[in-house]
């Protein structure tokens, strides 16, 4: 028989007392100690936050910061769910200490207002998470990889009707006109589309993931490790602090203006990078075939710090007086037969002047063993040779003449292969921001709106790994959404 014990009015109150000061969620208990605003807020924020405007501020700073924060952890999409989710939890007031919920005037206004303060946190958070990256992959964390992106706005532009009522009528004036094949009614459409949207200049017509819309560009720089570095927004203040950067007018290839695009911004937001960070010195870039040109690459192997460029070719090589064919990954071939690449050996230099050097031997070269002699020496096996050394024809390629075909590293070796799978983070993250973190699909066409959410989604992933090196736990470096189960 269980006995019954009578309940005094103390033991329900110490009850009561426990459960609510343990009974909470454990996901906003670890964010409440990890997160130290103190630490990530600059002062000129708090300052130019609570300066005077005539009247007392309802609402303070970091219960909004923290509300804003929880909006891109959770994924919440629209300012009005989160203000919902506020206003009917009482754990996520407390958590971001807020007596009266704002609205959404209010959170918008923010944005707007304090955009260059939300850019210095931003640069606050890139200096103190980058020890964090050093210790957990040094390798990758002395990675840059670059791309370009964009936030499509909220214009009439955008709706799918628009670009297929131009297609058809394009259609019907090729059927009307009896035109062949050579007239293509969808590069006519890009061609005949205005270069802005109506409403706002600044709102540029792009080709994002094989479709056109009309978009807010932004660059971003992540290291090895996806963890974002640097966002750029492409507005006029950005062509106004690069003049030489010369905005051409679009051809008729959609492809072919993103390609010329990215190259001309990508020096530009490395020098803005380096003078913002001068103790970041990463070692090895990584970006796809549109940076293949020899101005990046002199700028990159020569100017800045990078010793290596993992860059495709975006068109045939070609070394002046020389006889050996070079093949799709700049490898030396065999004059006789230019399907055999030749075999590297080894990149030591032995000049006098020290210069690097890169080595390549007959793919028929074989190393025997002397035994009289008690050395090995190069011995080759070709059927049709095509000089007449016993070693076989030797190859050198002097990087300093032609960074292009040697940038620091050889391509379609292993080393290269795996290297430059790494690449695909800084599309992870794009992604990352505009998924998780909500960044598209807002529905506004106001810049600095769209400019406030794109650093809020950066500010949130550092945060993120601030979080998750306080708790030990590197694995959570991209996404806290696993301690929230």
């Known amino acids: 028989m269980i006995p019954h014990k009578q309940l005094s009015l103390a033991d329900i109150f110490h009850d009561c007392q426990n459960k609510f000061e343990n009974d909470k969620y454990q996901f906003l208990t670890i964010l ?45 999409p629209t300012d009005s769910l989160m203000i919902l989710f506020l206003k009917f939890s009482q754990e996520l007031r407390d958590f971001c200490g807020f007596t009266v919920v704002p609205d959404a005037s209010k959170f918008t206004r923010f944005k707007q207002s304090f955009l260059p303060d939300l850019q210095n946190m931003f640069e606050h958070l890139v200096d103190l998470t980058e020890p964090i990256c050093q210790k957990i992959d040094l390798e990758k964390a002395s990675m840059i990889l670059f791309d370009t992106s964009g936030i499509e706005a909220w214009v009439k532009e955008n709706n799918p009707k628009y670009t297929n009522s131009i297609i058809r009528q394009l259609k019907a004036f090729k059927k009307s006109h009896n035109l062949d094949d050579s007239f293509d ?3 006519a459409a890009y061609g005949s589309m205005p270069p802005h949207a109506a409403a706002n200049p600044a709102i540029q017509q792009m080709y994002i993931n094989g479709h056109f819309c009309y978009s807010f560009k932004f660059g971003i720089v992540t290291n090895g490790l996806g963890i974002v570095r640097d966002i750029t927004f492409y507005n006029q203040d950005f062509l106004k ?3 030489d950067i010369v905005v051409e007018k679009k051809s008729d290839s959609p ?28 070692k090895a870039f990584l970006g796809d075939a549109a940076f293949d040109s020899i101005e990046i690459y002199k700028y990159l192997l020569q100017e800045a710090s990078f010793e290596k460029a993992y860059i495709p070719l ?41 210069l690097p050097t890169m080595k390549f031997v007959c793919p028929k070269m074989k190393w025997e063993y002397d035994k009289s002699t008690k050395k090995s020496k190069r011995v080759c096996h070709c059927e049709d040779p095509c000089t007449d050394s016993s070693c076989g024809r030797m190859f050198y390629i002097y990087p300093e003449k032609n960074l292009r075909a040697y940038p620091g590293t050889a391509r379609g070796t292993q080393d290269w292969i795996s290297t430059y799978k790494i690449r695909v983070n800084v599309e992870k993250a794009i992604n990352h921001f505009k998924d998780s973190f909500c960044v598209a699909g807002r529905k506004t066409r106001n810049e600095k709106t769209l400019h406030a959410d794109l650093l809020l989604a950066g500010i949130t992933q550092l945060v993120t790994v601030l979080t998750a090196d306080k708790i030990h736990r590197h694995q959570y470096i991209r996404s806290l959404k696993p301690l929230i189960a």
Do not use: W
């Open 241 to 243: 602090a690069h003049p």
């Open 255 to 282: 492809d072919e203006d993103k390609s010329l695009a990215d190259s001309k911004a990508l020096i530009p937001v490395l020098k803005d990078f380096f003078e913002k960070h001068p103790l970041i010195n990463p």
């Open 314 to 354: 975006n068109g045939r090589l070609s070394l002046p007086e020389s006889d050996c064919p070079l093949n799709e990954d700049g490898i030396p071939c065999c004059p006789k037969d230019p399907s055999l690449p030749m075999r590297r050996e080894g990149s030591r230099s032995h000049l006098r002047c020290g």
């Open 185 to 187: 009614p969808y590069k």
């Open 32 to 76: 409440d100690e990890a997160i130290n605003l103190d630490e990530i807020v600059p002062a000129s924020f708090v300052i130019h936050f609570h300066a005077h405007t005539g009247r007392p501020r309802k609402h303070q700073l970091y219960p909004i910061i923290k509300a804003l924060l929880l909006q891109r952890i959770f994924s919440i």
